[in-house]
């Protein structure tokens, strides 16, 4: 790649890779820690939100509170702590203005290839734009992967039997039609997850009738929409400090809860029933649809705002049937025990297609990388590949948090670099054999299915990836940025590695 066209390269220090949450958060980390550093984005779609731009099924919100959600530097000021996606929207397209990171993002620039080059100490990134997929090529010293890691262009839809018979309408939520028309329709939601509990109420405010039919249930806890210490404090503290203070209780909170789930399992789920139990009516059989086989935050805890799945279920509304698909019909869904489901509509909130960065060819010197064969460096990079660091958020807690905290880290780093002079620094294994566990200890299903393409974690530091908000901040705000195992470098004029400071001394310095 180095020796192609010039007048179809554009050079950048920093490549971002996704305009959603994570991408603009990164940029105005780097604008305000290293303002002397140039940075582009390139988002694939026509728009910038990310998840929050794609998604457009009823009711989708987030399920984090944003003042946690939410980044650092930007207080929520809206009353709702869980927030609906135009909400959310506003708010993320709101900071890209204020802070003129939309001057820096190329719309419909769909990254294909990304290979460093050891000799020039560059990554030379392959770029189709626009709809005709035209060539272009980026140089960049650092490559950023804020792009997630699930399908944007397709949803997970398992194949179920008959399908094809069934004479109603078939949706996926990853692809909701603009104008579906679903008044007075019965409408057969198929999951237990987050889209299925967040489209489920939304849907019964116009339909005759929503029911959700799963497979295995799900743990779902009610939380208020608006925080009411929020409020409180934003009544008597400047905005920035109530901001601050109601951060700080949220991510406490969370934390503390996530933690008593795994120390006190059992304990957590007789809890948890209780609440649903009172929420639901008399006699409802909660051990049937609201008690999963596994312990909570085995998967993910759904939350619903204001207890509003267990509203319309109380109010008739809405019905949740427990059972397996035997067939699809003409009239809807025929399941093992011999019940039949009819509905006009069928949407299969079924979960995601995990991919990571985008689903970019990442190669070294021509050499194309098998990402399950390299070990996460901090949870922000990865073994054997330099200049590069990604975003992957919590699966416990808001990712944003985890966002803000590699964001400083790569900071930390840059200026790091620029004051010794380096050009390159690569997390290396100390050893080839070391151990290693799956990256992701998370049983959802997108995760499970995906797990053995995913890069690998090690079994202490600095190759763990914590999902622990208070961990992750000492290692990454207040660590120190060098460690034995990141090697630096500088490539000379004629292209011949200097001495790495890894290689002058053992020590870790801050």
């Not at 709702?80 to 190329?106: C, F, M, P, V, W």
Request: proline content about 6%; overall charge neutral.
């Amino acid at each position: 790649m180095p020796g192609q066209q010039q007048e179809k390269t554009e050079h950048t220090d920093v490549l971002i890779i996704g305009a959603g949450l994570s991408g603009i958060g990164i940029a105005r980390y780097l604008q305000e820690n290293v303002p002397d550093i140039s940075y582009t984005i390139l988002e694939s779609r026509s728009a910038s939100g990310g998840t929050w731009d794609l998604f457009r099924y009823p009711g989708i919100r987030s399920d984090s509170d944003l003042h946690t959600f939410g980044y650092e530097f930007k207080p929520w000021v809206d009353d709702k702590a869980i927030a609906g996606a135009d909400s959310i929207l506003g708010y993320l397209r709101e900071t890209a203005a204020e802070n003129g990171i939309d001057q820096h993002i190329r719309y419909q620039h769909r990254v294909k290839h990304a290979d460093w080059s050891s000799e020039e100490a560059r990554w030379f990134v392959e770029v189709e734009q626009g709809e005709g997929g035209e060539p272009r090529r980026f140089v960049c010293k650092w490559l950023f992967s804020a792009a997630g890691y699930y399908r944007y262009d397709e949803g997970y839809a398992p194949s179920f039997p008959g399908s094809e018979r069934f004479r109603g309408e078939l949706i996926h939520p990853q692809h909701w039609p603009e104008n579906l028309d679903y008044a007075g329709k019965r409408v057969l939601v198929i999951g237990s997850g987050a889209t299925a509990i967040t489209l489920v109420p939304a849907m019964t405010e116009k339909a005759a009738h929503v029911t959700m039919l799963q497979r295995t249930p799900s743990y779902v806890m009610s939380l208020p929409s608006e925080d009411a210490i929020a409020k409180l404090l934003a009544k008597v503290l400047p905005a920035e400090k109530a901001y601050a203070l109601t951060r700080g209780k949220n991510i406490t909170l969370s934390r503390n809860i996530w933690r008593f789930c795994q120390k006190y399992p059992k304990a957590a789920r007789r809890l948890i029933r209780r609440l649903n139990k009172r929420a639901l009516p008399k006699g409802y059989p909660v051990d049937e649809h609201f008690n999963p086989p596994y312990n909570p935050w085995d998967q993910r805890l759904c939350v619903v705002p204001d207890g509003d799945l267990f509203q319309v279920i109380s109010q008739g509304k809405a019905s949740v049937v427990t059972d397996h698909i035997d067939t699809f019909t003409e009239k809807g869904v025929r399941l093992k025990s011999g019940q039949e489901l009819e509905a006009d509509i069928i949407v299969t909130a079924t979960g995601l297609n995990l991919q990571l960065f985008g689903g970019i060819r990442l190669s070294k010197d021509g050499r194309d990388v098998d990402l399950s064969r390299t070990v996460a460096y901090k949870g922000m990079m990865l073994s054997g590949l330099p200049n590069f660091a990604f975003a992957i958020g919590y699966t416990n807690a808001s990712w944003t948090l985890k966002v803000g905290l590699v964001a400083e880290h790569l900071c930390r780093l840059l200026n790091h670099m620029k004051q010794h002079g380096y050009d390159v620094c690569c997390p290396e294994l100390p050893s080839p054999d070391m151990p290693t566990r799956p990256l992701l200890d998370f049983d959802a299903g997108y995760v499970q299915r995906s797990i053995d393409m995913l890069p690998r974690q090690g079994e202490h530091a600095p190759w763990l990836m914590p999902m622990d908000y208070r961990v992750d901040s000492e290692v990454l705000r207040h660590g120190p940025v060098t460690d034995p195992a990141l090697k630096f470098s500088s490539v000379s004029a004629t292209g011949k590695r200097a001495t790495s400071e890894a290689e002058q001394t053992e020590e870790v310095s801050p």
